[in-house]
């Protein structure tokens, strides 16, 4: 009688440790993606900056003042805009 109860309490330890085992799997998870979210989001962000810069530059006489990391980011990013304004062109 007294295993049985032992086996009974055992078992549900170890559903119980599964289940929180999950239950902070998810939340890591849900962690990651919101991480995920605010770095896309955040890429959103600059590229619509460095179109902005570069639609500027193109129908614009004078060069927008650029800081340096802009500079840097704009001319690593050059050949997407340039790809990227072709196609908004064709919309």
């Not at 799997?25 to 991480?35: F, G, I, P, S, V």
Request: some cysteine; charged content about 20%; aromatic content about 4%.
């Amino acid at each position: 009688m007294v295993q049985v109860m032992v086996g009974v309490v055992s078992s549900l330890m170890r559903r119980k440790m599964k289940q929180e085992e999950l239950q902070r799997r998810l939340k890591q998870e849900n962690m990651d993606l919101r991480k995920i979210n605010l770095t896309q989001t955040r890429m959103m962000m600059v590229l619509e900056k460095l179109v902005v810069i570069y639609l500027r530059l193109l129908f614009s006489h004078k060069p927008p003042h650029l800081h340096r990391l802009q500079r840097l980011a704009f001319l690593q990013c050059l050949p997407q805009l340039q790809l990227l304004s072709c196609f908004l062109v064709q919309l």
